[in-house]
């Protein structure tokens, strides 16, 4: 990561990126008091892509030396030089934008060392295991990673991006009838370890509101299957602007058939509902995925898919957008040092609106109010199924009683078109993977909202 990449660029021949990258993570967990995983991985390397003719080449290599190099940048260079010969095709340049610079800050502080962090970990499982003797089981788990990239094109575009994020898990579990009831929650996101997380007791207050959350569905009922009028929380927003929107709209799902291809310019959604995929800022704070510089070095912006309802565009890298006769988003991403980058969603989320959420929850007579998603899944035309862990029955106005474990399903746009209220309250999910090919980190998140929804029943 030492390495200085500019002065390779004597050997780019045709349009180049170079990119050296490494990935660190550290996963500490215990179940039950006893730790159950302890592990350190890094991978590193340096990668190169070609374009040459309307082809593409790519090569990698994990030795990030002088070497390794000159290599990927050769290979690279072949590649696209054989694959343009053998397919010729008649092809514009790509789309160049202003010359691009960013850089991150170095890390700063002292970081805990992993004895120090299993010390940790372990005080908030035996505080856990006190004063909640009668739980089932209990995790306790840290996700700390940090994602390093030094990025050179020949377009003169370069960049060091710098991204920790520093997770823990807690899933806590109770028996009811001889069953296991479990609710589990996310805390920390972007940064490092030592920022988030100061002590171990800053924690407890969330630990006993789960433990609450876990009671109450204990005693839970069936929701009753069927089309309901809903409030989905912010975190199932989030999931559904990423999964069942988002995806329909990156530009390459878009060649491929997505169901939005031919809705550019019209109304998709209730004009309650605008939807961005941000880049670095939003609300006027820093988004859980901060990118300035995408992978082939384009300048990062946001991009507007939904406005007020309508349509409005898509997300590029630099060929679709060459296709779309647009600029660029810069929303090409790659994880690894030897994956090539791909159309990536960043910052996902519905914009906030004007209403408040006790109001929404008082306004409905007979639905329910969800609040916390598991895995969900969603294709090119929209439609979704996303599990649902914590949710709550709202009758009358009021919060009833909380339901066990379900489904909401549907076609996202359908679901957009029946959003009758937007709450003010806005909440991002700091923790999200996309699994497009390549896992990679995003942020997702948006208001509650109000709309019909399809629940799965016992």
């Given at each position: 990561?030492?390495?200085?990449?500019?002065?390779?660029?004597?050997?780019?021949?045709?349009?180049?990126?170079?990119?050296?990258?490494?990935?660190?993570?550290?996963?500490?967990?215990?179940?039950?008091?006893?730790?159950?995983?302890?592990?350190r991985?890094?991978?590193?390397?340096?990668?190169?892509?070609?374009y040459?003719?309307?082809a593409?080449?790519f090569?990698?290599?994990p030795?990030?030396?002088?070497?390794?190099?000159?290599?990927?940048?050769?290979t690279?260079?072949h590649?696209?030089?054989?694959?343009?010969?053998?397919?010729?095709?008649?092809?514009p340049?790509?789309?160049?934008?202003?010359?691009t610079?960013?850089?991150?800050?170095?890390?700063?502080?002292q970081q805990?060392?992993p004895?120090?962090?299993?010390?940790?970990l372990?005080?908030?499982?035996?505080?856990?295991?006190?004063?909640?003797?009668?739980?089932?089981?209990?995790?306790?788990?840290?996700n700390?990673?940090?994602?390093?990239?030094?990025?050179?094109?020949?377009?003169g575009?370069?960049?060091?991006?710098?991204?920790?994020?520093?997770?823990?898990?807690?899933?806590?579990?109770v028996?009811?009838?001889?069953?296991?009831?479990?609710?589990?929650?996310?805390?920390?996101g972007?940064?490092?370890?030592?920022?988030?997380?100061?002590?171990?007791?800053?924690?407890?207050?969330?630990i006993d509101?789960l433990?609450?959350?876990?009671?109450?569905?204990?005693?839970?009922?069936?929701?009753?299957?069927?089309?309901k009028?809903?409030?989905?929380?912010?975190e199932?927003?989030g999931?559904l602007?990423?999964e069942?929107?988002?995806?329909?709209?990156?530009?390459?799902?878009?060649?491929?058939?997505?169901v939005?291809?031919?809705?550019?310019?019209?109304?998709?959604?209730?004009?309650?509902v605008?939807?961005?995929?941000?880049?670095?800022?939003?609300?006027?704070?820093?988004?859980?995925?901060?990118?300035?510089?995408d992978?082939?070095?384009?300048?990062?912006?946001?991009?507007?898919?939904?406005?007020?309802?309508?349509?409005?565009?898509?997300?590029?890298?630099?060929?679709?957008?060459?296709?779309?006769?647009?600029?660029p988003?810069?929303?090409?991403?790659a994880?690894?040092?030897?994956?090539?980058?791909?159309?990536?969603?960043?910052?996902?989320?519905?914009?906030?609106?004007?209403?408040?959420?006790?109001?929404?929850?008082?306004s409905?007579?007979?639905?329910?109010?969800?609040?916390?998603?598991?895995?969900?899944?969603?294709?090119?035309?929209?439609?979704?199924?996303?599990?649902?862990?914590?949710?709550?029955?709202?009758?009358?106005?009021?919060?009833?009683?909380?339901?066990?474990?379900?489904?909401?399903?549907?076609?996202?746009?359908?679901?957009?078109?029946t959003?009758?209220?937007?709450?003010?309250e806005?909440?991002?999910?700091?923790?999200?993977?996309?699994?497009?090919?390549?896992?990679?980190?995003?942020?997702?998140?948006?208001?509650?909202?109000?709309?019909?929804?399809?629940?799965?029943?016992?």
């Open positions: 990561m030492n390495i200085d990449l500019s002065s390779f660029k004597s050997l780019f021949t045709d349009y180049t990126e170079l990119r050296c990258q490494e990935n660190n993570s550290l996963v500490i967990g215990f179940l039950n008091g006893n730790i159950t995983t302890n592990t991985l890094t991978t590193s390397g340096v990668s190169a892509r070609v040459k003719d309307g593409w080449g090569a990698s290599s030795e990030a030396t002088v070497a390794g190099i000159e290599f990927v940048v050769a690279a260079t590649n696209a030089t054989f694959l343009a010969l053998k397919e010729q095709q008649d092809e340049p790509l789309p160049r934008g202003s010359v610079t960013h850089h991150d800050p170095p890390a700063t502080g805990l060392r004895e120090q962090l299993v010390a940790f372990q005080e908030i499982d035996q505080y856990i295991a006190r004063k909640y003797p009668g739980l089932a089981s209990r995790t306790v788990t840290l700390r990673t940090e994602l390093k990239k030094t990025l050179l094109t020949s377009d575009a370069s960049a060091f991006s710098l991204f920790p994020r520093s997770l823990i898990q807690i899933s806590l579990t028996e009811q009838d001889g069953a296991p009831v479990s609710l589990q929650e996310v805390f920390g972007r940064g490092q370890f030592e920022a988030l997380f100061s002590t171990p007791d800053a924690l407890y207050p969330k509101q433990y609450e959350h876990l009671m109450r569905k204990r005693e839970g009922i069936y929701a009753a299957a069927g089309l009028t809903c409030i989905l929380a912010p199932l927003t999931i602007a990423h069942a929107i988002g995806h329909t709209c990156e530009a390459d799902l878009v060649l491929g058939g997505s939005v291809a031919t809705k550019l310019d019209q109304i998709v959604a209730s004009p309650l605008s939807l961005v995929d941000f880049a670095h800022t939003a609300l006027g704070e820093t988004c859980p995925v901060p990118i300035f510089v992978d082939e070095g384009t300048k990062a912006t946001d991009a507007v898919l939904i406005d007020h309802g309508i349509l409005k565009g898509f997300l590029h890298n630099k060929e679709s957008a060459r296709h779309f006769k647009v600029p988003t810069g929303n090409a991403r994880y690894r040092f030897s994956d090539e980058p791909l159309i990536r969603k960043r910052n996902t989320a519905i914009l906030p609106g004007q209403a408040r959420l006790e109001e929404m929850i008082a409905l007579d007979d639905g329910y109010y969800l609040m916390r998603p598991s895995n969900g899944q969603a294709d090119a035309t929209s439609e979704f199924m996303f599990g649902v862990t914590l949710g709550y029955e709202v009758k009358n106005g009021r919060l009833g009683r909380a339901i066990k474990d379900t489904t909401i399903s549907g076609l996202a746009f359908q679901v957009l078109q959003v009758s209220a937007v709450s003010q806005f909440k991002w999910l700091s923790g999200g993977m996309c699994g497009k090919k390549q896992l990679i980190p995003v942020g997702l998140g948006g208001p509650a909202l109000k709309c019909q929804v399809m629940i799965g029943g016992r």
